[in-house]
């Protein structure tokens, strides 16, 4: 029988013929990702060697990637130190992938993998962060571990013990109609399957809209993968993954994608087109509570975000400044733009696009995580409202449980952001 | 016998069991202060040490949803309680059992505060209302794992075995 494109992945990094759903593999790890929860491996890792008479070694420091951004610069002396022990670490490591606080190399973790051509198709890749099904994107299995499974893998080079998971096949077909893009079909998608309709699966992407989409547009899809509990999401490397290598990453050695068998076995077929699709909206606080955005019309919002690992990139700013430019954002609303990585600031900045957001009224903030879990910048007022082209909408994730936030697509965003109220861009 | 001492909807994420704000706390030893911190109720009679050992949070579907934050488990276990939910999130699953968190799926559970659980090999048993469910086995894969009694000690052991 055939493989699905996890099954062949973790076949050859297991060094096996064949695997299938349910099998136990320890396959080789390619990448390793952490940002500032560094400082809590450090620590499992260091633990792990104790009282075996080894040094604290990592396998393969060319293959560890840490990158700051969950709180950057620093919100407190406690973050500060986190940011200087794992410093230190990175350094008596000789780890070489390592994104400090910086204007020139810095960002979203999710953004700067790809953007630096870390992730190849074909990687096992794992990262202390749930959003790291992003990397699915460019034909990887990517998955989220804890930092004490991180810790295992730098000590060992090795995913231990875990289960090939089943795969559920979601074909995309149609164009979409103007002011409707990837957001709004991972949105749909994850209400159609519920927050954990794929607990323990991954989602494999087929159909000809994926084909014809931007690695920007698959980030943000496998990115929110996640969030149908999926173990990853993963677009299987094609034309489009081996241009955006070549072309934006300035990768130059070989690429080898990786694609399933035709008689690869599903434990389910999902099938959606996209011509007829309307912007959708996840409302508080669950983000599988998708409502079409004529349900939602006219509600009032205090605070606009845009930008996260699922929305930042380039086409989301340059979408969202066609919109604004030369309109204001509404009295009594606040507008948070953060870009996804230092890269794509400077790109917004050359196009124009950040005085655009500036001339409206909206704050720039700097690339990293910003608002998106509440700990660093843009918190919410008691009740207050926000409506956000992130991820996650839990109660308290933007610092306030008291707070609603709304997830959306850039331009839902910014066409609220001149309002005021949720407000529909294709009538705006 | 353990008591339930908090009954819980469906989908609760690890926003709820350890806030973001406070992910900047790492280490295991610390990080139980903050758990369930915007449940104020409750987060106080935890660290008024109100619940004995073994206490039990009952779930619903999707317990632990969200975040990879091990902050979560490591809060929860620093009170050694133990979690019986109809479902778990993959990541908190694995968290749970890799930090040695004591995690049980019991798809039918039905229990409110106050409840006494007794928790055996395969089955949930509530003295409150008289019933009984079953467990859903936890992944095979994890086995060495549990055995190991967490992932650390068994990280060493098999960095020891390779030499
Ligand atoms: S932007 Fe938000 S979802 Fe993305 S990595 Fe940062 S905190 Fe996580």
Redesign the pocket.
């Known amino acids: 029988m055939g493989m699905s494109v996890v099954e062949k992945i973790l076949a050859r990094a297991s060094g096996l013929p064949a695997v299938a759903a349910g099998d136990v593999v320890e396959p080789k790890v390619d990448l390793a990702m952490s940002h500032e929860n560094a400082a809590l491996v450090i620590n499992q890792f260091q633990e792990v060697f104790q009282g075996t008479g080894q040094a604290p070694t990592v396998w393969d420091p060319s293959r560890i990637a840490i990158i700051f ?2 709180r950057v610069p620093a919100e407190s002396p406690k973050t500060a130190t986190n940011h200087k022990k794992i410093r230190q670490f990175v350094a008596a490591n000789g780890i070489t992938k390592f994104h400090d606080v910086r204007g020139d190399v810095g960002g ?3 953004q700067i993998l790809p953007e630096y051509g870390y992730v190849r198709p074909g990687f096992v890749v794992v990262g202390t ?1 749930s ?1 790291t099904t992003s990397h699915g994107a460019l034909g990887a299995f990517s998955f989220g571990v804890g930092a004490t499974e991180m810790a295992s893998a730098w000590a060992l080079g090795i995913a231990v013990n875990i289960e090939v998971p089943a795969t559920i096949k979601v074909v995309v077909s149609g164009t979409f109609p103007p002011m409707v893009g990837p957001k709004d079909l991972i949105l749909h998608l994850i209400g159609l399957l519920t927050a954990q309709g794929a607990n323990f699966k991954v989602l494999e992407f087929h159909g000809e809209t994926i084909r014809q989409m931007s690695t920007s547009g698959r980030i943000a899809i496998c990115n929110m993968s996640v969030e149908a509990g999926a173990t990853s999401g993963i677009v299987p490397g094609d034309a489009e993954t081996v241009r955006y290598l070549r072309e934006e990453a300035g990768v130059t050695d070989a690429i080898d994608c990786v694609t399933p068998d035709a008689d690869a076995s599903y434990v389910r077929t999902v099938e959606i087109n996209v011509s007829a699709l309307v912007p959708q909206i996840a409302c508080p606080h669950m983000v599988d509570n998708v409502k079409p955005i004529d349900q939602v019309l006219g509600i009032p919002v205090q605070q606009i975000v845009i930008g ?3 929305n930042g990139r380039l086409d989301d700013l340059a979408a969202a400044a066609d919109i604004l430019r030369g309109k204001k954002v509404a009295e009594g609303t606040r507008m948070l733009v953060f870009p996804a990585s230092s890269k794509i600031f400077a790109q917004a900045l050359d196009k124009g696009y950040i005085h655009d957001f500036m001339r409206a009224g909206a704050v720039v903030m700097n690339s990293g ?1 910003g608002p ?2 509440g700990v660093h910048e843009g918190a919410l007022g008691d009740h207050e409202v926000a409506l956000s082209t ?3 909408n839990f109660k308290g994730r933007m610092g306030n449980p008291t707070g609603e936030v709304y997830l959306c697509s850039p331009v839902v965003a910014a066409a609220s952001a001149i309002t005021g109220v949720i407000t529909d861009p294709r009538k705006g | 016998m353990p008591k339930v001492i908090l009954a819980l909807e469906n989908d609760i994420s690890t926003d709820d069991i350890y806030p973001g704000r406070f992910m900047a706390t790492v280490l295991p030893t610390e990080t139980p202060q903050f758990a369930f911190f915007d449940r104020t109720d409750f987060n106080a009679s935890l660290k008024a040490k109100a619940f004995p050992p073994g206490s039990v949070i009952v779930g619903g579907e999707n317990f632990g949803c969200g975040s990879s934050r091990e902050q979560a488990c490591s809060t929860l276990k620093g009170y050694d309680l133990a979690v019986v939910a109809r479902s778990i999130s993959r990541i908190f699953l694995q968290n749970s059992i890799n930090l040695g968190l004591q995690v049980v799926i019991c798809p039918g559970i039905e229990a409110t505060e106050g409840d006494d659980l007794e928790i055996t090999a395969d089955q949930v048993r509530n003295h409150s209302t008289g019933k009984v469910y079953d467990q859903v086995k936890l992944p095979a894969a994890r086995k060495g794992i549990m055995d190991a009694g967490g992932l650390i000690a068994y990280t060493r052991a098999r960095l020891l075995a390779r030499g």
Request: aromatic share 0%.
């Open positions: 951004d969950h979203i973790c999710h962060d959003h996260s690992c699922t995580c998106c879990l992130t991820n996650r």
